[in-house]
């Protein structure tokens, strides 16, 4: 009997012993269960799903033979991804009728692309530039598709930029006259995409409907991360009272050695605020040349 006893127990034992195994098992997929969708949540909402985005090239480069490879590369290793390319031949269209022939081949070349528009460069300083010198770079633009040398090198659109971010009557006008000049230049290609560039959010009634986009973000990745301000800045993108399909932020000297995950990060962020986007790691002449990480910033847009 005692022996029987002895075993009886033992069985009890390793029953029971079974029970605790099991029971903490449970436990621990209870626990699994509601700690996996909360810190999936979390994690969500540091990295939100990048939304489709395209990228606004400032290509201030002159194209001498070569120098835009690395754009063409860009276009064609992400076909599904647009392109939307400022040139700048000379701080504007220059101030003869059609550009050098250097010019007017690669810009050519560039408009076979479908995921591709031109969108041609122009100063107002401040709007306070002599306005008739800006409409005739408009018309300058603009007449680049009746050259006779080049089938196909009309421009989408022009970029002013230094455009006032402060609202008053005279610069309403003015930016007004030259948002309809534009409008009207029947040599630009559709849609004559109008681009404003105050660099930092405007007055809301200056970015009336015929522009089409805004850039209300040009300046470093420190500014944008720097504690104080970077919350205040997130929270001012966020509540733009216009939507991100007309908004464009352009960031520079974002830290070389970052990964590319952190890089496709940043773009998933600022596509929150922003579909037209440009990243890049130069803290000099950012747009006089593509960068050490030209590639990356271009693999890191969402579409
Ligand atoms: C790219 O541009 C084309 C033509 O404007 C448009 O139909 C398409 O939806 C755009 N794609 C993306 C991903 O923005
Ligand atoms: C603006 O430029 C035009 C043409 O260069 C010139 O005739 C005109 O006097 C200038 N206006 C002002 C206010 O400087
Ligand atoms: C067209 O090209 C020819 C030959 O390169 C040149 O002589 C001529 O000036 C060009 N015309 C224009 C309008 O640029």
Redesign the pocket.
């Known amino acids: 009997m005692k022996g029987n006893d002895a075993i009886i127990s033992q069985i009890l034992r390793r029953k029971r012993k079974r029970f605790w195994y099991f029971s903490l098992a449970i436990v621990f997929l209870v626990i699994l269960a509601v700690v996996l969708p909360v810190a999936f949540v979390f994690s969500r909402r540091r990295h939100p799903k990048g939304l489709k985005s395209t990228v606004l090239v400032p290509l201030y480069i002159y194209p001498i033979p070569g120098a835009w490879e690395p754009l063409h590369e860009a276009i064609i290793a992400r076909p599904n991804l647009n392109f939307t390319v400022i040139i700048n031949p000379d701080s504007g269209p220059g101030s003869t009728r059609y550009p050098s022939s250097e010019y007017t081949s690669e810009v050519q070349r560039l408009n076979v692309y479908p995921n591709v528009r031109m969108m041609g460069y122009v100063r107002i300083g401040y709007a306070k530039r ?4 800006v409409l ?1 770079d408009i018309s300058t633009y603009s007449g680049w598709s009746v050259n006779p040398n080049a089938t196909d090198q009309a421009v989408h659109g022009i970029f002013f930029d230094e455009t006032p971010n402060e609202y008053t009557s005279e610069v309403s006008d003015y930016l007004k006259s030259i948002n309809q000049a534009a409008k009207n230049a029947a040599g630009l290609l559709p849609a004559r995409t109008i681009i404003h560039n105050p660099g930092s959010i405007p007055d809301a009634r200056l970015t009336d409907a015929d522009v089409d986009i805004t850039v209300v973000f040009e300046a470093s990745y420190q500014e944008y991360q720097e504690d104080s301000s970077s919350k205040a800045l997130r929270a001012r993108l966020a509540s733009l009272p216009i939507d991100r399909s007309r908004v464009s932020c352009i960031m520079f000297s974002v830290r070389t050695g970052m990964s590319q995950g952190d890089r496709r990060s940043l773009a998933d962020e600022l596509s929150q605020h922003a579909e037209f986007l440009y990243l890049t790691d130069l803290s000099q002449n950012y747009y006089e040349s593509f960068g050490p990480h030209w590639q990356d910033f271009i693999a890191a847009i969402p579409t």
């Open positions: 002599n306005l008739t010198e005739e």
